[in-house]
């Protein structure tokens, strides 16, 4: 029987020291690298197609790929940060990021556009929120949720500072220049950030008291349990709809008669909106049980998905429930975030997270292609979040089955 291997909150020895520098540097190039690698592509795809007569449905479907490499990717990666720290994952996916965006930026064929994306793609699994969680969780544990929190607050901006700056260079440069200015800009910033910030000691994994233990040779069993099934499933189809609503939201406003411009701050709002939701979650956690904010966080996400579908107008009304569904969001990604330590602690943090987010992702990269090929056969935009509010029901409910146990 293999042991279980237990931090210093739970054996009383001392906690680890905490990188000073490490918050704010994630705080930072989670910004920057969210905002150009994920949030600039719904802005500017309207420009590449006009540009280069790519259809939508291809140019999006290289994005989806992007979003697939990156589910498949954050397996190894998490293997990775659990046995040497997030320092030379991160960095390597920084420069990654930066050449995946050259690639597209001067791609002359749409194959080409496809291998750079395929590129970003492995940068996101390397960069994203999942390395960035991991990395915190050891450091600050066993008071993540707080350094968590802090992450995702910043995080929530991505969209609000970088779908207007990327609509302001498209205008004056063009999509490709503009892809060039980003991927310089994320190199710069990220890649010596990620370098010197993460140099900590990678310290001894927790577990919370009241967590599962976990034999730490064999996460993949607790990844086989009706729970962590259950709880998969669930988090894919409302990762589906939430990844859905923000690659439609533009052509949604779009048929309502909104500007390109108005279009891309109401995107923008929405990751305001992320970042005030993420205010609240804590107070929301101390009073709820796993189970019971589960099933209201992603219900939540099914009823404002619900509102955008129903409500014509007008467009500051439309820009509020955008700002409201973004709140959700960001308490979405912070119930995913702290799922794996809530129910089975940080021993193997890193795997069990990949593994939870894998399908997740995977649903995440098929739905801006699914989204733009279901919405004419459905009728338009208003139809398709009929069925991601659906969706999102579906998720809610199954995350509220009593398989597990109760925490």
């Not at 207007?164 to 890649?191: D, E, F, I, K, N």
């Not at 939201?249 to 995107?267: F, G, Q, V």
Request: aromatic share 8%.
């Amino acid at each position: 029987m293999p042991t279980t291997r237990l931090d210093g909150a739970a054996t009383g020895t001392p906690a680890p020291s905490r990188p000073r520098a490490a918050l704010p540097a994630l705080c930072l190039t989670q910004i920057t690298g969210w905002g150009i690698l994920y949030y600039a592509f719904p802005v500017l795809v309207p420009a590449i197609t006009a540009s280069t007569g790519w259809s939508t449905a291809a140019t999006t479907a290289a994005f989806s790929v992007a979003l697939l490499v990156s589910a498949l990717v954050g397996i190894p990666v998490g293997r990775a940060l659990d046995r040497r720290g997030p320092c030379t994952v991160m960095t390597g996916g920084s420069v990654l990021g930066a050449l995946g965006l050259v690639v597209v930026a001067s791609a002359p064929s749409l194959p080409v556009f496809f291998a750079g994306w395929f590129l970003a793609g492995a940068a996101m699994a390397a960069t994203f929120y999942q390395p960035a969680f991991a990395a915190l969780t050891r450091w600050h544990q066993p008071d993540h949720v707080r350094a968590l929190t802090t992450l995702t607050l910043a995080g929530g901006l991505a969209s609000t500072v970088f779908a207007p700056l990327t609509q302001a260079l498209s205008q004056h440069l063009g999509w490709r220049a503009t892809y060039l200015v980003l991927a310089l800009l994320l190199a710069v910033v990220t890649v010596p950030a990620h370098a010197l910030a993460l140099r900590a000691p990678w310290p001894e994994a927790y577990r919370a008291p009241s967590a599962v233990p976990i034999p730490v040779a064999d996460p993949r069993a607790t990844a086989r349990t009706p729970a962590f099934l259950l709880l998969a499933v669930a988090f894919t189809l409302s990762g589906f709809a939430m990844y859905a609503v923000v690659f439609s939201l533009m052509p949604l406003l779009a048929a309502r008669d909104a500007t390109p411009a108005a279009a891309a701050w109401a995107l923008g709002l929405g990751g305001l909106g992320q970042t005030i939701g993420r205010t609240l979650f804590a107070s929301f956690a101390r009073r709820t049980t796993v189970r019971e904010r589960t099933v209201a966080l992603v219900a939540a996400g099914g009823l404002t998905t619900a509102l955008l579908a129903a409500v014509p107008g007008p467009l500051p009304l439309l820009v509020a429930i955008a700002v409201l569904a973004g709140a959700v969001r960001g308490n979405l990604t912070l119930l995913q975030a702290t799922a794996v330590t809530d129910r089975w602690g940080s021993a193997a943090y890193g795997r069990l997270s990949g593994l939870l987010a894998a399908p997740a992702t995977i649903a995440g990269a098929l739905a801006p292609w699914a989204a733009a090929a279901l919405a004419g056969p459905l009728g338009g935009y208003p139809q398709l979040f009929v069925l991601l509010a659906a969706l999102s029901g579906l998720a809610a409910l199954l995350a509220a089955l009593p398989v597990g146990p109760r925490l």
